[in-house]
């Protein structure tokens, strides 16, 4: 799971702070040095390390704390409030031109993934009704121009290359050009692929600063690869200075297991984060929201994504239907395998139930989920009577029995899928009536 490692390291701490009633400074130093040495790890930049860890305790000493019902538990909401904040607070949506298009530039260094966000920008505003061009300026790395062609193709959007042997060599004619192109086109978004250098150089910087100058973008995107920790927030200073930046996008966050870019770029730069690329997919992609990443650090599940994925996976009058159904405390085991027959394949149910939450610590389980698994759960719901889909509650050993020698299974297996539903149910109620969710392991308040 996205930042795995940091993510145990914390709820970690976290579970030693449950059985205390009332809080002593010891007890929050200690607390304070874990979540320190946590975050030194996962090669978040010093000087956000000791702004962080400074907050923290200073909120957790203060009065704050001691008048709560449950001290632990206040602590982990101070702690998922900081971490909000690190990652830049209220979500920033991308800003629009007055008068279209909308030019969006995109910069980084090489293999950061610009050309392959450049095609998921571009699937994903296409999906919002706009008509996104995109314009290949990346002529240095041999392919690059190839390889956005095939985005494009991927995304179903226009792409301008410039043709071999007219301007060929000159990015920032092809900038402009591209740009009037889409004024003639009506394209209401443009989207620049610049090239990158594996290492940060001055001619690639001055090239990306001139296509600015050129393009007068609305946006100048900074790609950065969450995999390279801590050169990231030197990387990101190159550029702050070389091109500067309005967003940064978090590329390979599938793969990031400690956090250390996505947690120090704000602090470092100033600039938010807009959107993060979670693998090579042209889907693989989603607006950065800071509070549901702060909670899948935590380990308090993302289930906001979580309905907005079940949403766009469903039909939208099923999902009004779920929705309500969560909200009313209604949601049955029949829902839950028809939501599991209309997602398709393992690959995005592994992806939601890793954002449930306390998943974290399932992750062995997770990489072993596979499509059999799906088939496994059909077995026992279907094994049951309409009568225990609806209402669960009814399921007593001789009924679990019944079931788990029906589906082919095991009472354990009947068991754990009673259980994980029983507990996915009443995480998203309390979520959808705009609660906070149990800390899992941290026991009752
Ligand atoms: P560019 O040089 O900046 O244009 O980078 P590319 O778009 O060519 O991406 C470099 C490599 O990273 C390619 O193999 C991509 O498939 C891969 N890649 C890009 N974004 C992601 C991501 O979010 N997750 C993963 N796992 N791979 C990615």
């Given amino acids: 799971?996205?930042?795995?490692?940091l993510s145990s390291r914390l709820t970690d701490t976290f579970k030693n702070l449950r059985a205390k009633g009332k809080l002593s400074a010891a007890d929050v130093d200690g607390t304070v040095r874990e979540i320190r040495r946590a975050l030194l790890e996962a090669d978040v930049s010093l000087d956000v390390v000791k702004d962080f860890t400074g907050k923290v305790r200073e909120r957790a000493l203060g009065d704050e704390v001691n008048r709560a019902l449950n001290p632990a538990?206040?602590?982990v909401q101070i702690v998922n409030e900081e971490l909000i904040e690190v990652l830049g607070g209220d979500q920033r949506r991308l800003q629009f031109a007055k008068n279209p298009p909308t030019v969006?530039?995109?910069?980084?260094l090489q293999g950061a993934g610009k050309t392959t966000l450049a095609g998921k920008l571009a699937k994903w505003l296409k999906g919002q009704g706009h008509t996104p061009l995109l314009v290949a300026c990346d002529l240095q790395r041999p392919n690059a121009v190839t390889q956005l062609g095939v985005v494009a193709e991927q995304a179903g959007v226009a792409i301008f290359a410039p043709e071999p042997g007219n301007g060929v060599g000159d990015p920032v004619k092809v900038a402009k050009r591209g740009v009037a192109e889409a004024k003639t086109k009506q394209h209401d978004f443009v989207i620049i692929d610049t090239a990158g250098r594996l290492g940060?150089?001055?001619e690639m910087m001055k090239q990306a600063s001139d296509i600015r100058k050129a393009t007068d973008p609305d946006e100048v995107l900074f790609v950065i690869d969450s995999l390279i920790g801590q050169d990231a927030v030197a990387t990101a200073q190159a550029f702050q200075e070389g091109v500067d930046f309005t967003g940064v996008v978090l590329t390979k966050l599938d793969g990031d297991q400690r956090g250390g870019a996505a947690l120090s770029?704000?602090?470092v730069t100033g600039r938010p984060i807009l959107f993060a690329s979670t693998g090579e997919g042209l889907d693989d992609f989603e607006p950065f929201h800071p509070d549901r990443m702060a909670s899948?650090?935590?380990d308090l599940g993302d289930i906001l994504t979580l309905i907005e994925q079940a949403q766009s996976a469903f039909d939208e009058e099923e999902a009004k239907k779920v929705a309500e159904k969560i909200a009313k405390d209604a949601f049955t085991l029949n829902d839950f395998l028809s939501q599991m027959q209309q997602l398709r394949g393992a690959g995005s149910i592994k992806k939601m139930m890793g954002m449930l939450p306390g998943m974290g610590k399932m992750k062995d389980q997770l990489e072993n989920f596979d499509d059999r698994e799906i088939v496994r759960t059909e077995a026992i719901i279907q094994s049951m009577t309409m009568?225990?889909?609806e209402n669960p509650k009814i399921l007593n050993g001789s009924r679990r029995l019944r079931i788990a020698k029906g589906s082919g299974m095991t009472v354990t297996d009947v068991n754990?899928?009673?259980?994980?539903?029983?507990?996915?149910?009443?995480?998203m109620k309390t979520v959808a009536r705009g609660g906070m969710p149990q800390i899992p392991g941290m026991g009752p308040i």
Avoid: H, N, W, Y
């Fill in 200 to 202: 940060v150089d001055a």
């Fill in 1 to 5: 799971a996205t930042f795995g490692t």
């Fill in 387 to 389: 009568e225990e889909r």
């Fill in 73 to 75: 538990q206040q602590v």
């Fill in 296 to 298: 899948r650090i935590l």
């Fill in 265 to 267: 770029i704000r602090g």
């Fill in 416 to 427: 754990s899928l009673v259980q994980r539903f029983e507990q996915a149910a009443k995480m």
């Fill in 104 to 108: 969006i530039m995109l910069a980084g």
